[in-house]
């Protein structure tokens, strides 16, 4: 008998939201610098019409100040869907971008199970010029539970995951793909009560030592099988996010089941030089996502979602193999599409 009550939501952590519209557009600037980037990519002329569109005449900055609005609207969305809801806790499956995932130690996952922390946002993020015009030092709460932490890695071990869990940070605080979604979530700082168990997933894989977690020069475009190994296969996470829900509506305790990232990223799709996502690969399981296909998203291979630069998506495929578990379709869901703004997201939410 399942007795503890999920809803399902993801969204995602978008960096550029940290920063001024100016900044929205840093990875195609960054990625025309390359000495590598060959003269006829760089003719904006061939580039996606969508994409020409969003540049304009300013390289973004009116189009990212749009473009911010629709976020700051969806996080909202999200903070009330959490808020009617009222959880227990919130188990966060989120990327490590060579935050406390380094050459010490690299596993597929890990819970942290941390207790409350006061973290300094800006300082992390070396962030003087934030939206909010926070100070630096700002201090901020983010709610953590060891108890729930520890009972989810118990019965994930008792499940046949050998899963690794954490109860301190090695390097940062609390990485940015969990840190950024709770500060927008709480936009209009309200403080956010809710504990946050956050799950980490090595999204990264071959590039997560080599690139520190961001982008690599155009010159390793063919030599990511000699870096390291890959991150987790995508139908293992879809088994992880199986497991966390049977053990979750099993307990006693409201909780969210939370996807932190948006989809592919243009600094991740070598085949398009790293100036824009592949945005039709999106499309496609998207489409999938909205239909309930599961089968859709469990034949996509490795090889394939770092193909099309959508390794952050291993946390969704966590999401999807709960809700999957759960016999649900996504209530209601957006697509946020993009091409000079790094990467497309998603809003889904899965109630009962």
Request: hydrophobic share 40%; proline share 6%.
């Amino acid at each position: 008998m399942w007795m503890g009550e999920i809803l399902g939501i993801g969204c995602t952590h978008r960096p550029v939201m940290m920063r001024g519209d100016e900044n929205w557009t840093r990875f195609i600037k960054i990625a025309l610098d390359d000495p590598d980037m060959p003269a006829a990519w760089k003719d904006q002329a061939r580039w996606p019409a969508k994409m020409r569109e969003e540049l304009a005449n300013d390289f973004g900055v009116a189009a990212a100040g749009r473009a911010r609005k629709v976020f700051k609207q969806k996080f909202l969305e999200a903070r009330r869907a959490i808020d009617e809801f009222k959880p227990d806790v919130i188990i966060m499956w989120g990327d490590d971008q060579y935050e406390n995932f380094r050459e010490g130690l690299i596993p597929p996952f890990a819970v942290l199970a941390y207790e409350d922390q006061v973290v300094q946002p800006w300082k992390e993020h070396n962030n003087v010029d934030n939206p909010w015009g926070e100070p630096v030092d700002l201090a901020y709460r983010i709610r953590g539970n060891r108890d729930i932490g520890k009972y989810l890695v118990t019965k994930l071990i008792q499940s046949g995951f050998d899963m690794p869990y954490a109860y301190q940070p090695l390097h940062h605080e609390l990485g940015h793909a969990f840190l950024n979604t709770v500060l927008l979530l709480d936009d209009e700082r309200r403080g956010f009560q809710y504990p946050v168990v956050p799950v980490s997933v090595n999204c990264y894989g071959r590039r997560v030592i080599a690139a520190h977690g961001l982008r690599l020069p155009l010159a390793m475009r063919d030599k990511l099988r000699e870096l390291d190994p890959p991150g987790p296969n995508p139908a293992r996470c879809m088994e992880l996010g199986a497991a966390t829900a049977r053990i979750m509506a099993e307990s006693p305790w409201r909780t969210v089941l939370m996807a932190s990232s948006s989809w592919s990223h243009s600094f991740l799709t070598d085949k398009n030089y790293q100036l824009w996502p592949d945005v039709d690969a999106d499309k496609r399981l998207y489409t999938a996502l909205q239909e309930g296909d599961y089968d859709t998203w469990r034949r996509r291979t490795s090889d394939e979602i770092e193909d099309s630069g959508q390794h952050e998506l291993l946390n969704w495929y966590c999401l999807l193999g709960a809700m999957e578990e759960l016999g649900r379709k996504p209530d209601r869901s957006d697509f946020v599409e993009t091409y000079a703004f790094v990467s497309c997201a998603v809003f889904a939410y899965y109630g009962a």
